[in-house]
């Protein structure tokens, strides 16, 4: 038999999924879980969204598209993109899902060796996916209160570095930067000429004040969203980049020769989804997120987030592991923070489940919380 391993490529071999994994598997053995652990929204696809997916497979539109999209589609975030940002060069494509936009950014434009800064706690994609490219990952600290600290993202560029990636609202501490800080940190790599991808695929949820793009203060920014959360369609793949032409048609070369196109008929749904009103979702997501926030204020430490779906507190006691150990054992899920992050600290808590799950949620991770197990 020949040595496998041997044939596994180098470039895989600077990160794992392990963590979550793990978790998943040892999640699977319980028995109606509280699951604070998913993150995607617990309502489906919206009526219409799916009328139109179905309708789209009926009428046979199920083969390969432009690469670029639709013309339904693209033209229509082509349209909303002109009219939120005005910029002369940048122009929208439909993808594989943000992550597969995400993905193409990166191999459009990371070197082997060139810098990748982001910030941490970050989205678990970001540093496997720069490694795949060949590049180094630069995590820039942000606890303890999760605010973009431009000095230190200025400390951190050498002349290795290529792209900044920013994420707001966040995965996973659910935190938007405020104006400034996006701004300071837009400006900052326009003034020296680095790439930044902004990563805004929870644009939609944003509960005290609206979304900022970074695009607003840089033009030159590659902006990446989708429809997997805003409309629940994550099985769906569906996402869109907006970004100036050269670095587009890069983009468009790669995923002609890797994902070629979005699925047709996900393309014809997401594009009646973009006139559906989501508000009242959102809403709901709002009064989930101020309910769990109020029932764990006295046990944990929390800096409530503005947007996404995640809560993401400072550990009570012991690492993430007993932690995670301590609240399987009570039949509850949730993140370890070290899955997204360079530190041990904290732990993620997704509140896109029913409100009945969250408050057997407050009351599971209070009396966690109050009762470390012996020996820690
Ligand atoms: N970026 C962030 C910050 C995310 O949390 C996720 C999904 N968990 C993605 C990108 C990928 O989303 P998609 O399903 O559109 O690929």
């Not at 929204?41 to 799916?50: A, C, G, R, S």
């Not at 050269?246 to 070629?260: A, D």
């Amino acid at each position: 038999m020949p040595d496998f391993d041997s044939w596994v490529a180098d470039r895989t071999r600077g990160f794992d999924s392990s963590g979550i994994r793990r978790m998943f598997d040892l999640a699977a053995k319980l028995e109606d879980p509280i699951n604070l652990s998913i993150g995607q929204p617990d309502f489906d696809v919206p009526e219409t969204i799916k009328a139109e997916l179905i309708q789209a497979i009926e009428d046979g539109k199920n083969g390969y598209t432009a690469t670029q999209g639709v013309p339904v589609l693209r033209d229509k975030i082509q349209a909303q993109t002109d009219q939120q940002f005005g910029h002369d060069d940048r122009v929208a494509f439909v993808c594989s899902g943000t992550s597969g936009g995400l993905f193409l950014a990166v191999l459009a434009m990371i070197n082997s060796g060139d810098e990748v800064i982001y910030f941490d706690p970050y989205f678990a994609m970001y540093p496997a996916m720069v490694e795949m490219a060949g590049g180094k990952s630069v995590a820039i600290s942000t606890y303890p209160d999760f605010k973009l600290d431009v000095n230190k993202v200025e400390a951190a560029i050498t002349d290795k570095t290529k792209m900044i990636i920013l994420n707001s609202p966040s995965n996973p501490t659910g935190i938007c930067p405020s104006d400034e800080e996006i701004k300071a940190i837009a400006e900052l790599a326009h003034k020296k000429g680095i790439c930044l991808v902004s990563d805004e695929i929870y644009s939609k949820f944003t509960y005290d004040r609206p979304h900022v793009s970074a695009a607003k203060f840089n033009p030159d920014t590659v902006v990446v969203d989708g429809f997997s959360k805003s409309y629940a369609m994550t099985g769906l793949r569906c996402g869109y980049v907006s970004a100036p032409q050269t670095l587009v048609q890069t983009m468009l070369k790669i995923q002609q020769y890797t994902f070629v196109c979005s699925p047709q008929p996900v393309q014809w749904a997401a594009a009646v989804a973009m006139d559906v009103d989501m508000s009242q979702y959102v809403a709901n997501y709002k009064a989930k997120r101020d309910r769990l926030i109020d029932g764990l204020k006295d046990d944990y430490e929390i800096v409530k987030p503005g947007g996404a779906f995640y809560v993401y507190p400072k550990l009570p006691w012991g690492n993430g592991q007993q932690f995670v150990d301590e609240a399987i054992a009570n039949n509850l899920m949730v993140i370890p923070g070290n899955i997204f992050s360079d530190s041990d600290s904290h732990f993620r808590i997704s509140y896109a489940v029913d409100d009945a799950v969250i408050e057997r949620g407050i009351e599971t991770l209070c009396k966690i919380a109050r009762n470390p197990p012996a020996g820690v």
